[in-house]
C-alpha cells in the first residue's frame, strides 16, 4: 500500500484528532491535580488551624478537649498523607499524559513532514516531465527546420 499525498493527507488529520483528545487528558489530569493540590492545602490549614488553637491555651482548661484535639490532629495528619500519596499519583498521570501528548506530536509531525516530502518529490516530476516535454518539442522543432534546409 502506497502512501499517497491524500492518504498522509487523511492520516495527518487523523493524528490531528488523536493529539486533541490528548490535550483533553492532559487538561483533565491537570485539573484532577490541580483539585488535589487545593485539598491538601485545605488540610494542611486545618491542621495548622488546630495546633494555633492548641498554642493559644487561653480559658479553662477542659479534660476530654486535649483527647478530641489529638484524634482530630491524628485523623487530619492520616488526610494529609493520603492527601500527599494522591497528589503524588496524580502528578504522575499529569506526566504520563504529557509524555503521551509529545508523542502524538511527534508522530503528527514526522507523518507531516513525509507528505510535505511527497508533494515536493511530485513537484519535482511535474517540473521534470514538463521540460522534457519542452525539450521533446524543442528538439521536433529543430529536427524540423534541419530537414527543411
Avoid at 489530569?29 to 490549614?45: I, K, N, T, Y
Avoid at 513537484?123 to 534541419?146: P, S, V
Amino acid at each position: 500500500m502506497t502512501l499517497t499525498p491524500q492518504r498522509l493527507r487523511r492520516l495527518v488529520k487523523h493524528r490531528e484528532r488523536l493529539e486533541r483528545l490528548q490535550e483533553q487528558e492532559l487538561a483533565e489530569a491537570l485539573r484532577l491535580h490541580r483539585r488535589r493540590e487545593d485539598a491538601l492545602v485545605e488540610s494542611l490549614g486545618n491542621r495548622e488551624a488546630l495546633l494555633d488553637i492548641g498554642r493559644s491555651g487561653s480559658g479553662a482548661i477542659d479534660v476530654a478537649s486535649p483527647h478530641a484535639e489529638l484524634a482530630y490532629l491524628r485523623r487530619v495528619d492520616r488526610e494529609i498523607l493520603a492527601r500527599r500519596a494522591a497528589l503524588q499519583h496524580s502528578a504522575n498521570d499529569v506526566e504520563e499524559e504529557r509524555t503521551e501528548l509529545l508523542g502524538r506530536r511527534r508522530d503528527r509531525k514526522a507523518i507531516e513532514t513525509l507528505l510535505d516530502r511527497r508533494l515536493e518529490e511530485e513537484r519535482i516530476g511535474r517540473n521534470r516531465a514538463e521540460l522534457r516535454l519542452i525539450d521533446e518539442l524543442a528538439t521536433t522543432r529543430w529536427r524540423r527546420t534541419e530537414h527543411r534546409q
